[in-house]
Structures are given as structure tokens and as C-alpha cells.
């Protein structure tokens, strides 16, 4: 090596030891509680072992609690894209160009809620005496008012929500970058609009929603708040569980196997989307 | 030039001053005195807290639990000495004193006296005779309802939250002592002795209970679903939930049924390994004086009868505790069950089943 | 072309309507004059702010929260353009890689960085508080410092530093007084970013604070505690704070980008 790689070495060290002692160390460790499984006695076993994993995939409740997760996280993913599209389209194509910064800035204003009270927040909106319902009522549209909060669905309404704004942005930076002169190009080939959408824009915004159905994943399958708020308990998922595992059983072996096994998944999704993923241009 | 944002004696004097304010407001208060305190939320409302940490130039650090089993877990994360007193559900004085956690209590600081006899019954308070804990706070897990929307009639008998006209309109408040203890009172059994051989009835009848639920939820999210009208019964509710917010809903009620309730008692207990013994002692006498006592029954984050019939309340408050029912309530109700570790990982794994069922 | 406008404009309405919902809610019982902040409204009034105001928690909160996100994001930008300026100015080999290990945080959930800071305090015997709050908040913040700065690392600036250099700076002095400040803008906005993203975050906080803890798991306790509108009027008021950084950013990019 040259001396000027040393000195970018030297630039980059500080955040590279950073990384490496307090996110893959600890996560290192954590791999290695997992292997360490909680005794009768509750204490961890000075043996290594799959136990807390076994111990894991053997509870039917458990598994149903990973079901229910990766099932959440789907349909939160595929609402709050599909949701999101149009919208960040309608800014980026319909909005004449000096009111889109407005109006994505509005778009993406309640985002700055503080996130503890966002999901409190649609406990109030949702309740049957909250104004959802109030308003319902008065359109005539209901004659009485329906149980909205404290479901599965309140938690995938809160979620779908937030990441209706996170995927809005980034699809939006996404459409503004394309060059507008390959549909016009596209058009004058005599493509309809439609297949000039389908076949160029769609497919160059794909970066776009690739990254906010990324980040839309990893948000969610890792978030406890949102389900313990609004989900009324009907069913648990898993970052509920794992903090069960802290806060009730003092098990930590249990709950980073479970915390590893959600970053497996996510991982998965990594993998899946890894080819549109733009992290570094958020 | 224009392109250069700052000039860099703007940059840094920019952020030498943001810096600067930051160490201000890092540095500490005076230092004072401290007392470590494993407590449920209602022991944290600074009506409670503030005239004690004045009157004795300490700072009372809490640490919010909604079990004995969470407290056992902070415990597990924590060093010997790290905690100085904790508040319980007063059955588990036998079982964390069996753990060597507590230190033994002079009977002669607190005003026995004034407390009634079902409340500080030995089996609850003490162990081989000494005594470990100091009951502080009581009141019933139940059930709470909505007089506007349910015949309180109905709801004096205790299976009233399985009926079907009830469905969708009912409340599970999250804490399996009581509820199971409920369900068991519903089956007919003594909520108080709990066998090995009970708990597949008692898991059966909580799935129809939660079948016929709406919710389940911790106090606030149950509290929340009775005042917005999500639902109309609270399964283990009672003052603890209607008696603080009787003034904005004077709708929402509570009652033991005919075959009777549980019942809630919080104990003090001071840590064995406490370094702060004598401050401990003073904070459990402070809670125990008429005013904390007062203070206490009607902290903000919920209601409760105190311990001491000479707490300082004032008619209003008596009334909406429904003081003068007590001596009758304390007749019908049973106690949470003194548990054995094994017996709670077995009520917990139970609950656990019945939450994740569909 | 003209249905399609009608179109998109009721459905951008019914989005915004949906996005703005909950914060109406929230805003709108924060000025109850009742105990519960739910309909009916019965009148207006600040005492729920006031409230908010003289509860030691809240402040408490408020001020660690402060303290948390000030150093870490202080910590996160200076790793993050360190780091970027390093990549950006030299040539070395595993350059992807380097910038793989940064960017990697970003990649997964927040629980996972909590649980790993759990798990290796207990094992260390450390107690919990505060410093390892900032700890996580700059593994999570800090890619993004990192990714905003490599963005705004350009050759305009390589230019004028080459200059600098020719007349004789050394490479500190060059970061120092002529890097730094040119792209403060970027840098400011990097640190608004991170500081809104650190003190509203919940999950590393809650796992590992004890006694001294934060605004958002103060809130969390307070939400627990019952139903009350003073939840409300903390909320109303962590979001005008963040709008206001948000618009500090807003203003600080655009006078970049008019400039």
C-alpha cells in the first residue's frame, strides 16, 4: 500500500472500530448467549448448545408468533408500496414543479410524530368514539360504531401509515430521477402511455420501491411499540415475544436466538430485493 | 466564494457554543441522596413522591414493574444492592423472602393498628413469625362495566363475560394471577388453592373467555377501551380502573359478584441487601402516614383503597372507593395465590397458550 | 390527460387526509379542557402544557434526550465524514467492503443493536444508562452522516483543497479549515437528521436505560399510566421541535442549492 491508502485507512478507522466493537461484537456475543440455553435452573448452561433454538421451533406459539410476523410484515410491505406508488407518482408527474417540494414536505410531515405517541395517536382516531367513527356516523355510512382498534389490522393500519410517507419519499426520489426524455422518446415510438409507464418508468423507478419496501421490513418485523399499542394482544409478534423473554423470564439466551432469527429473515429479504437495493442514496 | 457555506471561524464558533450550552445542561443537579424502589406505576406520581424526596433531601429512582415476575427479572440483571425496596403483591412475600431477597421489618414503626385484619393476616406479611412486608394499597380484580350499556344486575354473577350477548364487548386486563384465579372462581373452585389437576378446566374456560373478548390489554389499553366505549366489561377490573376517571364517566362501575372477587393487596418489603436501609424504613412509614396514604390511594396512574383506615381522603374520595362497602368487599373477596416458582412458570406458560391462541 | 389530473388529485387528497389523521387527533386533545382526550371536546385550553411543563419526568426525559441526541449525533457526523472524506479521497483496496461494513447498521432493525448491547452489558457486568443509549444511536446513525457526506464529497472541493494544499496546508489543517466548512451546510443537515432520528428512538433507549432514561420511554411509562391529555400535549410538542429542525434542514439545502 501506498501512503495515500494508509491515510484513508486512517480516515476510515475510527467508524470502522466503531461498527466492529458495539454492532458486530455485541451481535457476535449475542450469537454466542444464544448458544448458551437457560438451565431448569435458569441459569445459562456452561455448555454449548441448539437448545434455545430447538426450544424455539418445538413451541407451537412460538412459530405462530414468526408466522404472524413475517405474514404482517408482508402485508404491510405490499399495502404501504402499492398505497404509496400513485402518490409519490401523482407529486412527481401531476404537481406543477414549484409545489412538489411542498408537497412532499407535507407528505412527509407527520413522520416527525414522535413514534410512541403516533401509534396512541391512532387509538384515539380509531376508537369507537374517536372521529373515524364520528365521522362515519354523520356520513351515514354506519349506524354504529365499529370496534377498529385492539386488532391485527389497527397494528397494520399504524404501519401502513408510517411507511405510506417513508415509501412516498423514496419512491419519489426515484421518479425524479429518471430522465422525463426516455418516455417522450418511449411516446414518440408511438408506445401508448400506458406500456411508455409499464415499460420505462415503472421499471427505472423500481430502485425506489425496492428501497422503501426494504427499509418497510426491517422496520417492521423488528418494531414492538406499534403491536403492543394497537394490537390489542389478539396476537403476539415476535419482538413481543422477545421482550416477554427480557422482562418476565429473564431468558436472554431465548431472546437473542429469536432476535437472530428475525435478522435471518430479514436478511432473506435483503437477498430478495438486493439487486434494486440504492441504501447509500436515501 | 458563494459556495463556501461557512466560513470556518463561523463553523466552529457555531458549534463551540452548542457544545458549551450541552455541558451546561449535563451537569448534575446537587448531589443528594438516592433510594432505588422496584414499584408498580402508582408509586411514581410526583403528588406521592415529591414531599417525601423534599422532607428528606433524597431522590426516589423507580423502575416500573407489572409483576413479581418482572421484578425477579430486574433483579436477575441487576448487582446485589442495587435496589432498596420494592412494592409486591403482598402473597409473594413468602416466596421472595424464601429467596433470602427481603430484610425482616419492626413491626412496632408502622401503624398496625389502623389496618384491618384481613389485610395483615401473617400468612401475607410475615414469615416464621417475623415480619417482611407492610400491606400499603388494596382493591379488586373483578369486573368493571359500563352501567349505560350492561344491566349491573347481570353483572353480579360472576360468568356474566362468557354469555354470548356479551361477545365483542368484553375486556381481559393482562395479568394472569388474577385472571386465572378468576376463571377459577367462575369453575366453582377456591381461587386461593389452585392445583396441578385445575389447569386444563381453567385453560379451557379463559379460551372462551377470550373468544368471547374483544381485547386484551395492560391497565391503560383496558382503561382506554371502557372510557372510548370499545368495550363494555373489564374482566379483572374494579375501583383501579373506574375510580380515578369516576368524575369524566360517571357511567363506568364496578361490583364483586355474588360468588365473590380477588383481591389486590400491595406490600412494601425492604431488599436484604440494601444499602440504605434507614431511608428505606422512612419511606415505607412515609407511605403509610395518613397523607401518603391519601396520596397513594389516588395516584395518577390508578386508584386503590389504602391499607390504613386513617388515610387523610376526603368524603368525595371515600365515596367513589366505596369505603364504607369494604368491611363486606374484604368478606367476599380471595387473595392473590401464594405461589411457588414452579407453580408461576406453569401459570405463565398456561397464559402465554391462551394469548396466542386464536 | 384531464380525468387523469382529477384523478390523481382526489386520490393525493385522500392520502393526505390519512397521513394527517392521527396528528389532528393528537393536536387537537392536546388543547382539552377535560381529563380524557377524547371527543367531546370540552373547550380549549393550554393546562395540559402547562402540565407537561411541571412534570419532572417529562423534563428529565427531555434533557437526556437532549444530551443523547447532541453526542451522538455529534459522534455520528464526525465518524460519518471522517469516514466518507477518507473514501472519497483515497484510493485503497476493499473500498466496497469498507463502505459495506459502515453502510451494514442500516440494514437491520434497531432491536437487534438493542439486544446486542443488552446482552453484552450483561455480560460485562455493565450497568445500564445513558452512555450506551448514545452508543447504539451512533451505530444507527451514523451510516447515514457517512452516506449524506460521501453524497457531497465532489471534485469542486477536491479542487479548492488541492489549492489549499499548494499553498502549503498540511492534511489536517485542509480538513479543518477549508473541508469542514465548505460542506457545513451538508453537515448541519446530517446532524439535524440524526439528532431527530436519536431522540425519538425507543426500543435501544428502553432496553438499555434504567433509571435515567429518555423522552420516548418517559412517554411510554406515561402511557402506561393511564389515559390523559398531557400525552397528548407532550406529543404536539416533540413534534413542533422536529418540524422545526426539519425545516432548519430544509432552509440549510436550499441555500446550498440556490448559492
Known sequence: MNRSAWGGVGFTLPALLWILLFFIGPVLLMVAASLHPLTAAGVPSPQWGLGAYRAFFSQPAYVQALIDSVVTTIVVTVLSTVISYPFAWSIACVVPARWQRLALIMAILPFWTSYVVRSYAWLLAISPVGLVNKALLALHLIHRPLMLAYNPHATELGFVHFFLMLNTLTIYASLKQINPRYELAARDLGASSWRAFFGITLPLSMPGVATGAFLTIVLTIGDYVTPQILGGFRQLLLPQLIMMQIQRQLDLASASAMSLILTAIVALAYLGLQRWLRLSRL | MARLGFTPRRFYGIGASGFALLLGLATPAAAQGTLNVLTWCDHEDPTLLQPFETANDVKVNFKDIGSTADALAILGQSKPGDWDAIVMDETDTGRLEGMGLLAPLNKADYPFATIPSQLQDPSLTSVNGSLYSVPEKFGYNTLAYNKANVDPAAMQDINAPWQPQYKSRVAVYDYYVPEIQYAALALGLNPETISDADLPKIKAKLEALKANAAMVGDVTSTQQALTTGAVDILVGGGEWVTAGIAKDQPNLDFTIPKQGGIRWQQGLAVFANSNRKPMAVKFIQYILSPEGQARLATSACYWGMPASTAAALTPDQKEILRWKDQPDYLKASYTYLKMTPEMDKKLQALWAQVMQGK | MKTLTLFASLYMALCYLFIFLPVVVLVLFSFQAGNLPVPPLKGLSLRWYLAVFH????????????????????????????AAY???????????????????????SYLLVGMGLLVSASALGAAPGLPTVIIGHVVMNMPLAFAICLAQLGEHQRRIEY???????????????????????????????????????????????????????????????GLTPETNAAGALIFLISIGLMLAVEILLLRKRRA
Not at chain 3, 423534563?59 to 457526523?77: D, T
Not at chain 3, 453537515?187 to 435515567?212: K, P, Q, V
Request: hydrophobic share 55%.
Open chain 3, 86 to 108: 477518507g473514501l472519497a479521497r483515497y484510493d485503497m483496496p476493499g473500498k466496497r467492503f469498507i463502505r459495506g461494513i459502515i453502510m451494514l447498521p442500516m440494514a437491520v
Open chain 3, 163 to 225: 489549492a489549499a494544499r499548494d499553498l502549503g496546508a498540511g492534511t489536517l489543517r485542509v480538513l479543518l479549515t477549508i473541508t469542514a466548512p465548505m460542506i457545513a451546510p451538508t453537515l448541519i443537515a446530517a446532524f439535524c437528521m440524526c439528532f431527530t432520528l436519536s431522540w425519538d428512538e425507543f426500543l435501544i433507549a428502553f432496553l438499555n436505560t434504567r433509571f435515567d432514561v429518555t423522552l420516548p420511554v418517559v412517554i411510554w411509562g406515561l402511557l402506561r399510566g
Open chain 3, 55 to 82: 412534570d419532572a419526568r417529562l423534563m428529565g426525559g427531555f434533557g437526556h434526550s437532549l444530551v443523547v441526541g447532541v453526542v451522538s449525533s455529534a459522534l455520528s457526523v464526525l465518524l460519518g465524514f471522517l
